[in-house]
């Protein structure tokens, strides 16, 4: 697989996010399934990661699930409605596909718009939280929060959203 410079998994700035976002692109024709699982990988990595760098969550909740999470971050105010609609639906969907052992490919194609945009403001909320980390000072949580509510799904992509939910 060729090196893109434009590759919004390449471009997070984390090399795990990168080489899982490797594999996406590696299975997505290949076997959907396991695209879509990596899909969900990606998702509740950065759902981690942020719970991790803000400090929200102390090491006795670290053993709730994705779903439980996700509202945690919606309800508190940290994560917009596009946000959680992108990471709730790729967990949706790798739910369904490993119970079923199957996922359609043109699920995992679809959900590629949305979880590159996913990946590259991750990519841009966690080199601004790494700065502030750096400088000595995390952000505070309503920084936090305006950094997080800057997050704008393109209509392509909220149009292929809404068409994976209504169906």
């Keep these: 697989m060729e090196f893109r410079y434009d590759d919004p998994f390449m471009n997070t700035g984390d090399k795990t996010i990168s080489e899982m976002g490797r594999f996406v692109r590696q299975y997505i024709h290949s076997d959907p399934t396991s695209c879509i699982v990596k899909q969900g990988m990606i998702v509740e990595y950065i759902v981690t990661a942020?719970?991790?760098?803000?400090?929200?969550?102390?090491?006795?909740?670290?053993?709730?699930?994705?779903?439980?999470k996700l509202r945690i971050l919606h309800g508190e105010g940290y994560w917009n409605t596009d946000l959680f609609q992108i990471a709730n639906t790729i967990r949706k969907?790798?739910?369904?596909?490993?119970?079923?052992?199957?996922?359609?490919?043109?699920?995992c194609r679809k959900m590629m718009k949305?979880?590159?945009?996913?990946?590259?403001?991750?990519?841009r909320y966690h080199s601004t939280v790494a700065s502030a980390v750096r400088e000595g000072e995390m952000p505070k949580k309503e920084k936090l929060k305006e950094i997080l509510w800057n997050f704008n799904l393109s209509d392509e992509a909220k149009g292929i959203l809404n068409d994976l939910t209504t169906t």
């Design 50 to 68: 942020f719970l991790r760098e803000t400090g929200y969550c102390s090491d006795s909740r670290w053993d709730i699930g994705i779903a439980e």
């Design 93 to 107: 969907y790798r739910n369904k596909a490993v119970h079923q052992f199957t996922c359609d490919e043109s699920i």
């Design 114 to 123: 949305p979880l590159e945009e996913i990946c590259l403001w991750y990519g």
